[in-house]
């Protein structure tokens, strides 16, 4: 059976390298060899995280790092299950939002600081719910907003948190391992990255990053969750072991990932990611279509995932447009939640290289002339090859 290109923000495809090393057989979760191939995947990521702080892997998936994150912060403090913990929690899209229901399924006092969906963070309201939110307190946020294709402002709202003192919260799920996330320069106290994303890899891991401030509300936190108690993550390497069954098959996989993150070097995958995605801009607007993010001087263009508005004007339908690129062989994603039918999302992650995204902008083109948006083929593959070639 013919693959199908798969174009979507995560699962991303996967090259033979890691699905092969799933194959090997399983080992003792207790012994020797599993304690090195953590040990080598934590100091590997600590890498990519940029960061000092403590690292672990879960064996879920981003939003298990997500709730991990939040459920062992959030202390139940009285009989209602209030908690004395504020949570500010800003969103422009589906994965800052998420954040507020966990915050709020934990019971913390939350103010949501929510943007349209696509719009820029406005540093001026995320600085006034710090001021009028007493400590402790959070601030979460997505750094690579998926659903929109925007990248937030992690650096500044860093700065923010750091001066009122907030644990920082950031999810990094879709921009480490494609784009520069300094954690620790950052401020972020904790930063989550996805393995179906920029790492290459299969779903079903996550890893986060912990800093020194964050252990310490942790640690008196006795309404830790069970599975994902952090806690027992960090007694647990000790001997380089997680405190419950990892899934080998899947470390095995990242442990191969992370090789060919370093043999390729961070610098050069950054630069790949970015040269992709800005490729599939200048395809896309040389087309017609437009961008849908709604930039301002603290945001920009994700580097990993493209968001593009359906060209409903036109009278093209997402079934119209997606639906006839995967009956040639290429998926890309819709638009999440309000956003169903309206944009739809290109995107350039992991291991994809430039073949993959002139395969997809031909195809895109194909389907554009048959619907009778564009009267010629060729500009957007033109403008793809240019960004390509330039860099
Ligand atoms: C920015 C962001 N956060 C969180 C998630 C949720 O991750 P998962 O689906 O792995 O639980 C995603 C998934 O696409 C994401 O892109």
């Known amino acids: 059976m013919e693959e199908e290109l798969l174009m979507i923000p995560g699962p991303v495809p996967v090259i033979a390298r890691i699905r092969e090393a799933m194959a090997k057989p399983m080992i003792t979760h207790r012994g020797d060899e599993f304690s090195q191939i953590y040990g080598e995947i934590v100091e590997n990521l600590k890498n990519i995280f940029q960061t000092r702080n403590d690292l ?35 969103a422009n899209g589906k994965f800052g939002e998420r954040f507020t229901e966990i915050a709020e399924r934990y019971g913390a006092d939350v103010t949501p600081v929510h943007f349209e969906w696509g719009h820029s963070i406005e540093l001026e309201r995320v600085k006034e719910a710090l001021e009028n939110s007493p400590t402790p307190k959070v601030v979460t946020m997505a750094h690579n907003e998926t659903s929109v294709g925007i990248l937030n402002p992690a650096k ?3 700065k923010l948190a750091k001066k009122h003192d907030a644990i920082f919260v950031l999810d990094c799920i879709t921009s480490i391992g494609g784009d520069n996330v ?128 359906m060209p409903l004007e036109k009278g093209i339908t997402d079934e119209q447009l997606r639906g006839g690129m995967r009956k040639k062989g290429v998926v890309v994603s819709g638009g999440q939640g309000e956003l169903k039918g309206k944009i739809f999302r290109i995107a350039s992650m992991g291991n994809i290289t430039s073949t993959e995204i002139l395969r997809t902008i031909e195809v895109l083109e194909q389907v554009l002339m048959e619907n009778k948006f564009i009267e010629e083929e060729g500009k957007g593959l033109e403008a793809a090859k240019g960004v390509i070639s330039f860099s």
Not at 200 to 210: K, V
């Open 182 to 309: 300094p954690v620790d320069e950052f401020g972020a106290d904790i930063a989550i990255v996805g393995s179906q994303k920029c790492l290459g890899m299969p779903p079903g891991l996550a890893a986060l990053s912990i800093s020194e401030r964050a252990w310490e509300l942790m640690e008196e936190n006795p309404s830790r969750p069970y599975y994902q108690d952090l806690v027992a993550y960090k007694k647990s390497y000790k001997k380089k072991q997680t405190p419950y069954t990892p899934a080998l098959p899947l470390f095995f996989a990242l442990h191969e990932a992370l090789e060919i993150i370093k043999e390729e070097g961070m610098a050069k995958r950054i630069k790949r990611h970015r040269t992709l995605s800005k490729s599939i801009r200048a395809a896309v607007t040389s087309l017609g279509l437009s961008l849908f993010p709604k930039l301002n001087e603290v945001s920009d263009y994700s580097n990993t995932v493209t968001a593009i508005n």
């Open 156 to 158: 500044e709202v860093g």
């Open 56 to 90: 672990f892997v879960l064996s879920g998936s981003g939003t298990c790092a997500m709730e991990a994150a939040v459920g062992n912060i959030i202390k139940r403090t009285n009989d209602a299950g209030k908690t004395e913990m504020r949570c500010v929690t800003i």
